[in-house]
């Protein structure tokens, strides 16, 4: 059984950061693909942050690129999703997802993720 569990949320004000962990169990971090994606009230899932199974390749969306790291601890089977100089756009709930077949690239289609975990709430005051 595959579980995933988010932690690391909560309210910053504009310019804050945040780490977010997602810790798995059940499948390696290694060897699948991660992402990470959020989404807002009223709006569709979006993708932010990908490490592809088996390598350290990594993917951010142009929303984030510069100011989120996503990385990968493989001792504590791990996900990270560093966040920094948060805007009060970057607001959501944050998922964790795994993908289904090993050492994928990650992906921005969140069909292709197999596992989610139940999300973790960021709040961004200006």
């Known amino acids: 059984q595959v579980q995933l569990v988010e932690s690391g949320g909560g309210s910053v004000q504009t310019g804050g950061s945040l780490r977010l962990s997602c810790a798995a169990s059940g499948r390696t971090v290694l060897m699948y693909a991660m992402a990470w994606f959020r989404q807002a009230p009223g709006k569709e899932r979006e993708f932010v942050s990908s490490?592809?199974?088996?390598?350290?390749?990594?993917d951010h969306a142009d929303s984030v690129k510069g100011r989120f790291t996503i990385s990968r601890d493989n001792a504590k089977n791990t996900v990270y999703l560093q966040m920094d100089n948060l805007n009060p756009e970057d607001a959501a709930v944050y998922y964790c997802?795994?993908?289904?077949?090993?050492?994928?690239?990650?992906?921005?289609?969140?069909?292709?993720?197999?596992?989610w975990g139940q999300g973790t709430q960021v709040t961004v005051s200006s």
């Open positions: 997802a795994q993908h289904g077949v090993r050492f994928r690239s990650g992906s921005r289609d969140p069909r292709e993720y197999t596992y």
């Open positions: 490490i592809s199974g088996g390598s350290s390749r990594t």
